[in-house]
């Protein structure tokens, strides 16, 4: 499946847990700069998916491309390194750590390369990434407070604040609207419309309206397969989505 | 004496570690499997039974055998009230958290051992046997009651297996092994449970204690080497598991003596303990299972 | 911002360094020695830190690296005749190679089964030491005072037996190991240890490779040990494998846990003050461990951050 700009490709990606076939044969392949959305419903694979994706877990078979490299063997922090960073579903933030060392963690990563970096790189470099980052995602008068002191919603900000800091070129977002009211959930859907414009988005939600406005194109998957695929209006009419998952 | 009777004297000596051994780590793996904690001061307990059986020997009137009686039903029970003091007063006030665990029982174990210093001093006493026979192979003679000492424990070692197996506390104990929040959401009183299971590890060493120290002499820093060994034990054995522990203290306790006898008591802990090191390393569940590879 | 290397910490651990310096001038002849070895065992402590304090891996082994020091500086000197330079550098690099050996076998595991495998492997050393007594002296260990006169550096002649000279050479290790914990700390090498110690999933899948981290870590914190170590051969001239045991490993965890596990400051305060309580009990019983089993319950139970820990959280949260 050779798409115009195809920034990932998974090539008959398979998960077995004993004899749990969690994902089966699943060619994804997503084009540079879009937001692509994956739903099904529970236990459709779409976190296996991503756990294979990201490098969480290791495919049973099959293989993922990016950016035209094999990187079925690349550990998860090498994976990162790349481009492809991805935020969990409960939120995984430094509790004990300020905002500010939250998102510095992520910032300099990009700035240590060499091993002098790792001792006396300049704090003014990596401040300047945080700033920037926590101004994107709206937090940027929460610097100096810890992270678990933050309403839930801001620990979701926050988050995706420190995956900005690493300069990602694909951002995984599994279940990001979960637990959000409805005013932080527009306010995250355009923060994610922002973003988009330079790092292509993939994420995993089971809200179906917002999936349906703020994709570009939308996966579906059950029982470890791919069902569907294809624009939101498509989607909204395929029969099989409507019996599997819409309920009709 | 030529290679094979020494070989075999070797043997017995191993059999009889090895029955003792199991207990002691028996009741370490209960510990283990149960409360998913590890016990640093289990080696103590041991200590203690011995010390107790002493001052029994002392106290109690009416002879070697009345003595070492009093001791078998008394020792048990007042370390297993203070292991009940030590889970209420400690453990369960840092939620059997693991790493703190290990620290509290290591504090735990320079209390009870120095205080046994305190109290009954730095020599080595010994006791008598309350039964003294020698049985007479044609190479050279063995203490009888060496041989009682492994019967007792072989005893003792079935009559936990059918308490663990047939019991209400033996189920609960099982259960909460198995999945401890499963259990409490069938009304198992965990918390009591693991005050029961920690108090039954104790007295198990305890039990070693007694009916080891007319053999060995009782002295506050002989619960060390048991610890040692029971570790390597139920490592290798598996936690928790009754059989693995018993074929591993075996395994253990015999290739110990033989090993012992031959080479040297030190390149044979050298070898155990790098044995248990390997296991760890290269298991892929970690000590409980619960860690991904 | 917390922890970063800014003046005001700077001049904090100079301070208290200054002050160290000046104590020697002050303090009557018993105490003077003490001070001396409360540093070389604050080195130790210090190193222990790094990796129980900021990595969050606690280890019951690392006596054996402080004996690898202490063997490494000894036996040649015993044997070889070698000066007290060379001696002092092959301790620390024996501990360094052994820090690293350990730690691409051990560093799979984590948690529980960590803390059992340094256990085990420190126990091993401890009885390899015991078993090649011939040449290791075993328990007994070996005097050096007859073989390591002084050390010379350029024309100048430092007796090792001038109480001023044990005192200054230990301070200056102490020195360079406080030093670089705080400036390790304050990095952004630091920074990572500290997530490692957090959250590790999360920093891994912030781009870390932190098993890297982790051996990086475990090879500082052994090698300080090992500096600790062969100082103390040095210093007060005695090797003995009573200082591979595992009670010379429980020590730096008492240690550490008593003066703030995760700052930089704690590790000196609580050795200097276990140091203290262990002098005055054996004055008092044979059984003077007791303090020892005493002191680490009541650690766990009421003060699990320790002195400077409390003190951080209270009033002064900038301190590193």
Same mark, same amino acid.
Request: include cysteine; hydrophobic fraction near 50%.
């Given at each position: 499946?050779?798409?115009?700009?195809?920034?990932?490709?998974?090539?008959?990606?398979?998960?077995?847990?004993?004899?749990?076939?969690?994902?089966?044969?699943?060619?994804?392949?997503?084009?540079?700069?879009?937001?692509?959305?994956?739903?099904?419903?529970?236990?459709?694979?779409?976190?296996?998916?991503?756990?294979?994706?990201?490098?969480?877990?290791?495919?049973?078979?099959?293989?993922?491309?990016?950016?035209?490299?094999?990187?079925?063997?690349?550990?998860?922090?090498?994976?990162?390194?790349?481009?492809?960073?991805?935020?969990?579903?409960?939120?995984?933030?430094?509790?004990?750590?300020?905002?500010?060392?939250?998102?510095?963690?992520?910032?300099?990563?990009? #700035?240590?390369?060499?091993?002098?970096?790792?001792?006396?790189?300049?704090?003014?470099?990596?401040?300047?990434?945080?700033?920037?980052?926590?101004?994107?995602?709206?937090?940027?008068?929460?610097?100096?407070?810890?992270?678990?002191?933050?309403?839930?919603?801001?620990?979701?900000? #926050?988050?995706?604040?420190?995956? #900005?800091?690493?300069?990602?070129?694909?951002?995984?977002?599994?279940?990001?609207?979960?637990? #959000?009211?409805?005013?932080?959930?527009?306010?995250?859907?355009?923060?994610?419309?922002?973003?988009?414009?330079?790092?292509?988005?993939?994420?995993?939600?089971?809200?179906?309206?917002?999936?349906?406005?703020?994709?570009?194109?939308?996966?579906?998957?059950?029982?470890?397969?791919?069902?569907?695929?294809?624009?939101?209006?498509?989607?909204?009419?395929?029969?099989?989505?409507?019996?599997?998952?819409?309920?009709? | 004496?030529?290679?094979?009777?020494?070989?075999?004297?070797?043997?017995?000596?191993?059999?009889?570690?090895?029955?003792? &051994?199991?207990?002691?780590?028996?009741?370490?793996?209960? *510990?283990?499997? *149960?409360?998913?904690?590890?016990?640093?001061?289990?080696?103590?307990?041991?200590?203690?039974?011995?010390?107790?059986?002493?001052?029994?020997?002392?106290? *109690?009137?009416?002879?070697?055998?009345?003595?070492?009686?009093?001791?078998? *039903?008394?020792?048990?029970?007042?370390?297993?009230?203070?292991?009940?003091?030590?889970?209420? &007063?400690?453990?369960?006030?840092?939620?059997?958290?693991?790493?703190?665990?290990?620290?509290?029982?290591?504090?735990?174990?320079?209390?009870?051992?120095?205080?046994? &210093?305190?109290?009954?001093?730095?020599?080595?006493?010994?006791?008598?046997?309350?039964?003294?026979?020698?049985?007479?192979?044609?190479?050279?003679?063995?203490?009888?009651? +060496?041989?009682?000492?492994?019967?007792?424990?072989?005893?003792?070692?079935?009559?936990?297996?059918?308490?663990?197996? +047939?019991?209400?506390?033996?189920?609960?104990?099982?259960?909460?092994?198995?999945?401890?929040?499963?259990?409490?959401?069938?009304?198992?009183?965990?918390?009591?449970?693991?005050?029961?299971?920690?108090?039954?590890?104790?007295?198990?060493?305890?039990?070693?204690?007694?009916?080891?120290?007319?053999?060995?002499?009782?002295?506050?820093?002989?619960?060390?080497?048991?610890?040692?060994?029971?570790?390597?034990?139920?490592?290798?054995?598996?936690?928790?598991?009754? +059989?693995?522990?018993?074929?591993?203290?075996?395994?253990?306790?015999?290739?110990?003596?033989?090993?012992?006898?031959?080479?040297?008591?030190?390149?044979?802990?050298?070898?155990?303990?790098?044995?248990?090191?390997?296991?760890?390393?290269?298991?892929?569940?970690?000590?409980?299972?619960?860690?991904?590879? | 911002?917390?922890?970063?290397?800014?003046?005001? !910490?700077?001049?904090?651990?100079?301070?208290?360094?200054?002050?160290?310096?000046?104590?020697?001038?002050?303090?009557?002849?018993?105490?003077?020695?003490?001070?001396?070895?409360?540093?070389?065992?604050?080195?130790?402590?210090?190193?222990?830190?790094?990796?129980?304090?900021?990595?969050?891996?606690?280890?019951?082994?690392?006596?054996?690296?402080?004996?690898?020091?202490?063997?490494?500086?000894?036996?040649? %000197?015993?044997?070889?005749?070698?000066?007290? !330079?060379? /001696?002092?550098?092959?301790?620390?690099?024996?501990?360094?190679?052994?820090?690293?050996?350990?730690?691409?076998?051990?560093?799979?595991?984590?948690? !529980?089964?960590?803390?059992?495998?340094?256990?085990?492997?420190?126990?091993?050393?401890?009885?390899?030491?015991?078993?090649?007594?011939?040449?290791?002296?075993?328990?007994?260990?070996?005097?050096?005072?007859?073989?390591?006169?002084?050390?010379?550096?350029?024309?100048? =002649?430092? /007796?090792?037996?001038?109480?001023?000279?044990?005192?200054? %050479?230990?301070?200056?290790?102490?020195?360079?190991?406080?030093?670089?914990?705080?400036?390790?700390?304050?990095?952004?090498?630091?920074?990572?240890?500290?997530?490692?110690?957090?959250? =590790? =999933?999360?920093?891994?899948?912030?781009?870390?490779?932190?098993?890297?981290?982790?051996?990086?870590?475990? !090879?500082?914190?052994?090698?300080?040990?090992?500096? /600790?170590?062969?100082?103390? /051969?040095?210093?007060?001239?005695?090797?003995?494998?009573?200082?591979?045991?595992?009670?010379?490993?429980?020590?730096?965890?008492?240690?550490?846990?008593?003066?703030?596990?995760?700052?930089?400051?704690?590790?000196?305060?609580?050795?200097?003050?276990?140091?203290?309580?262990?002098?005055?009990?054996?004055?008092?019983?044979?059984?003077?461990?007791?303090?020892?089993?005493?002191?680490?319950?009541?650690?766990?139970?009421?003060?699990?951050?320790?002195?400077?820990?409390?003190?951080?959280?209270?009033?002064?949260?900038?301190?590193?």
């Amino acid at each position: 499946m050779a798409a115009v700009d195809s920034l990932l490709e998974t090539t008959a990606l398979c998960k077995r847990f004993g004899g749990l076939h969690a994902v089966k044969d699943v060619d994804l392949s997503l084009t540079r700069g879009e937001i692509r959305a994956i739903i099904g419903p529970n236990g459709a694979g779409k976190t296996t998916l991503m756990n294979m994706i990201s490098g969480r877990m290791s495919p049973t078979s099959g293989q993922v491309r990016f950016k035209g490299q094999d990187i079925t063997g690349l550990k998860a922090w090498g994976r990162v390194f790349r481009g492809i960073v991805y935020t969990f579903q409960v939120t995984s933030i430094f509790k004990n750590l300020t905002c500010y060392e939250n998102v510095a963690l992520a910032a300099q990563r990009r #700035l240590m390369g060499g091993v002098t970096n790792r001792l006396v790189l300049s704090e003014r470099q990596i401040a300047d990434r945080v700033q920037a980052a926590l101004l994107q995602v709206g937090l940027s008068a929460a610097g100096d407070q810890r992270a678990d002191t933050l309403p839930y919603g801001h620990q979701r900000l #926050l988050e995706v604040a420190m995956a #900005l800091a690493l300069d990602p070129e694909l951002l995984i977002l599994d279940e990001p609207l979960q637990g #959000l009211a409805q005013e932080e959930i527009s306010a995250f859907c355009d923060l994610l419309r922002t973003i988009s414009q330079e790092v292509t988005v993939l994420l995993i939600e089971h809200n179906v309206s917002v999936v349906l406005e703020l994709a570009e194109m939308i996966t579906v998957m059950d029982s470890g397969e791919i069902i569907a695929e294809g624009s939101p209006a498509e989607i909204e009419r395929h029969r099989e989505v409507q019996k599997a998952y819409l309920g009709k | 004496m030529s290679f094979g009777p020494h070989l075999f004297l070797a043997l017995l000596e191993g059999t009889v570690t090895a029955f003792v &051994l199991a207990l002691i780590a028996l009741g370490l793996s209960l *510990v283990f499997g *149960v409360m998913r904690i590890v016990n640093i001061a289990h080696g103590e307990f041991f200590m203690l039974g011995a010390v107790l059986a002493w001052s029994c020997s002392m106290l *109690v009137g009416g002879g070697a055998f009345m003595g070492f009686a009093v001791a078998l *039903v008394v020792g048990p029970l007042i370390v297993g009230a203070m292991a009940v003091a030590a889970d209420g &007063l400690i453990l369960r006030r840092i939620n059997y958290q693991p790493e703190s665990t290990i620290v509290a029982t290591i504090g735990l174990l320079y209390i009870i051992q120095q205080l046994v &210093l305190t109290l009954f001093g730095a020599d080595a006493r010994p006791v008598v046997p309350p039964i003294y026979f020698r049985v007479s192979f044609p190479w050279f003679g063995y203490s009888g009651y +060496k041989l009682i000492v492994a019967g007792v424990s072989g005893l003792l070692l079935l009559g936990t297996w059918l308490a663990m197996s +047939k019991t209400k506390l033996g189920l609960y104990m099982r259960a909460t092994q198995q999945d401890q929040e499963m259990a409490q959401a069938f009304g198992v009183p965990v918390r009591r449970v693991y005050a029961k299971a920690f108090a039954l590890g104790a007295m198990l060493a305890a039990v070693a204690g007694v009916l080891v120290v007319p053999i060995q002499q009782a002295h506050y820093l002989m619960g060390l080497d048991p610890l040692l060994l029971s570790f390597i034990v139920v490592i290798i054995g598996g936690l928790g598991s009754l +059989k693995g522990t018993v074929v591993a203290a075996f395994v253990v306790g015999i290739s110990d003596g033989v090993v012992s006898v031959f080479f040297s008591p030190t390149l044979a802990k050298i070898v155990a303990t790098l044995l248990v090191a390997a296991v760890l390393v290269l298991r892929p569940g970690g000590l409980f299972g619960e860690e991904g590879s | 911002m917390s922890g970063r290397l800014t003046g005001k !910490v700077l001049a904090l651990h100079l301070g208290i360094l200054g002050l160290l310096f000046i104590a020697q001038f002050v303090l009557p002849a018993y105490h003077h020695t003490n001070v001396a070895r409360i540093m070389v065992l604050a080195t130790y402590a210090v190193g222990y830190n790094i990796l129980l304090g900021y990595t969050g891996l606690m280890s019951l082994g690392h006596a054996m690296f402080f004996a690898a020091g202490m063997y490494g500086a000894g036996l040649p %000197i015993y044997y070889l005749q070698f000066g007290a !330079v060379p /001696a002092f550098c092959v301790g620390v690099l024996l501990s360094l190679v052994l820090a690293a050996l350990f730690g691409l076998i051990a560093l799979r595991t984590s948690g !529980v089964s960590f803390l059992i495998v340094t256990m085990m492997f420190a126990q091993a050393c401890y009885l390899a030491l015991l078993y090649f007594n011939k040449i290791t002296m075993g328990d007994q260990g070996f005097i050096l005072s007859k073989s390591l006169e002084s050390v010379s550096l350029g024309s100048f =002649e430092f /007796a090792f037996s001038d109480p001023a000279v044990k005192y200054n %050479i230990a301070l200056l290790l102490f020195a360079g190991s406080f030093l670089l914990s705080a400036l390790l700390v304050g990095s952004p090498t630091g920074r990572v240890l500290i997530a490692v110690r957090e959250n =590790e =999933e999360r920093t891994g899948l912030l781009g870390y490779n932190t098993y890297k981290y982790k051996l990086l870590s475990l !090879v500082i914190s052994g090698g300080i040990s090992g500096v /600790a170590g062969a100082a103390y /051969a040095l210093l007060f001239s005695y090797v003995g494998a009573s200082f591979a045991s595992i009670l010379y490993s429980i020590y730096p965890i008492l240690w550490t846990l008593l003066g703030g596990t995760g700052t930089t400051t704690g590790p000196m305060i609580g050795t200097g003050i276990m140091f203290y309580l262990v002098d005055i009990a054996s004055g008092l019983t044979s059984s003077y461990l007791f303090v020892v089993g005493a002191v680490l319950v009541m650690l766990i139970l009421w003060f699990p951050k320790g002195i400077m820990g409390a003190v951080r959280t209270r009033w002064l949260p900038w301190l590193p």
